[in-house]
């Protein structure tokens, strides 16, 4: 069924992603609530349209495109390398603006160069935004979310901690909450009395009680384990809990974690500033920094010039399934983001693939270009 009320521009970049070799594909408005709820992250889930099935299952109005573009590939069996394009409606309650809109843009799975695919996605939005507002001058942030992973592992910081952090990267407000609980040297660790008495009994701190002890309780109040986590995950959970809160770090480890997130740059100048940072902080991130000067060598080579990409080392996304690349592009001194996108390598195993594929995308907001356009003509 063609789709109402598109902006002219639309079909151009229909064909545009036709040109770029995407496939286009459509997905249901009508989907299954779960993996959104389970993998897209905090922002998104609260904004999500719920509803539910005649049999009671979870259901929501489609709230993006790519977890159902990667589940569509999934449930064809279609080989890889595969690239798709969508053009259609989405639906999340928005502080302004409407809350039906539509986005378009593509995916790009199984290409096993990921730096090439990091690019191609790069130059590949700036092109569809170029077709769609020439003359516009575009700005393009990136951010990298597996810098910041083995920055954090680096440092040394609790596993805990580390996926507390990893988990908060692209929401800067929660970030600086959980650095200030590392760095603040008041007591923490009280989760009330019943706690308190289990660390007089010694039982915190041998596994085995803890357990025995959650299970007569379960025994005793009628829970059952059936339902909820069992004696061990409760316990586990509960020890990890009181170890995280009683972690305190001092400037050694949080000095350069703060150092790095303070990271500005223009993209040019990224892969020698992080070098320098890790020699001064000591910190060992080879990996991860050979993975970023290959990424930038490569958008040199698809014909993307770094001087209008900026680099912030603390730039995120606040969609949970991002793992490396994470990038946004506004007209230039405006805050007003017309495209933004990243890499998922993750999401296509958690959502059932049997084997590791790679991935990266980016998404339009046709809404934004539209009133770009309208304010520039």
Request: aromatic residues 6%.
């Amino acid at each position: 069924m063609p789709l109402t009320g598109l902006p002219p521009f639309a079909a151009g970049l229909v064909a545009d992603f036709e040109r770029l070799g995407a496939e286009r594909v459509d997905t249901p408005v009508i989907q299954p609530a779960e993996p959104f709820l389970d993998m897209a992250g905090e922002d998104l889930r609260r904004r999500i349209f719920m509803t539910e099935s005649e049999t009671g299952k979870s259901l929501c109005l489609r709230p993006e495109f790519t977890i159902p573009v990667c589940m569509r590939h999934i449930e064809t069996a279609a080989g890889t390398p595969k690239r798709y394009a969508y053009l259609g409606e989405v639906f999340r309650q928005r502080r302004d603006g409407a809350n039906e809109f539509y986005q378009a843009g593509i995916e790009d799975l199984g290409d096993p160069d990921v730096a090439r695919a990091d690019a191609r996605a790069i130059h590949d939005a700036c092109l569809a935004l170029s077709g769609c507002l020439p003359g516009v001058e575009l700005s393009v942030t990136l951010g990298d979310q597996s810098v910041f992973e083995a920055v954090v592992a680096a440092c040394g910081l609790p596993g805990g901690w580390q996926k507390r952090l990893v988990h908060a990267f692209g929401n800067q407000s929660r970030l600086a909450r959980l650095i200030d609980d590392l760095s603040s040297p008041g007591p923490s660790g009280v989760f009330g009395p019943e706690v308190d008495r289990l660390a007089i009994l010694g039982k915190l701190d041998d596994e085995a009680k803890l357990v025995a002890h959650i299970e007569e309780t379960m025994a005793a109040t009628g829970y059952s384990s059936d339902t909820g986590r069992s004696p061990v995950e409760i316990a586990r959970r509960l020890r990890e809990k009181i170890e995280l809160s009683n972690t305190r770090l001092g400037g050694d480890t949080l000095g350069p974690l703060a150092e790095f997130l303070a990271l500005e740059t223009g993209l040019a100048e990224a892969p020698a500033a992080l070098a320098a940072f890790a020699a001064r902080s000591g910190l060992a991130l080879d990996g991860a920094l050979g993975r970023f000067g290959r990424r930038v060598d490569a958008l040199v080579a698809a014909g993307v010039d770094p001087a209008g990409i900026r680099y912030r080392a603390a730039f995120g996304r606040p969609l949970d399934y991002y793992t490396g690349l994470v990038f946004e592009i506004a007209p230039a001194g405006v805050s007003s983001v017309l495209a933004g996108g990243g890499r998922f390598d993750r999401l296509m195993t958690l959502l059932g693939a049997r084997e590791r594929i790679p991935a990266v995308g980016f998404s339009l907001w046709l809404d934004r270009i539209e009133a770009v356009k309208g304010a520039s003509a």
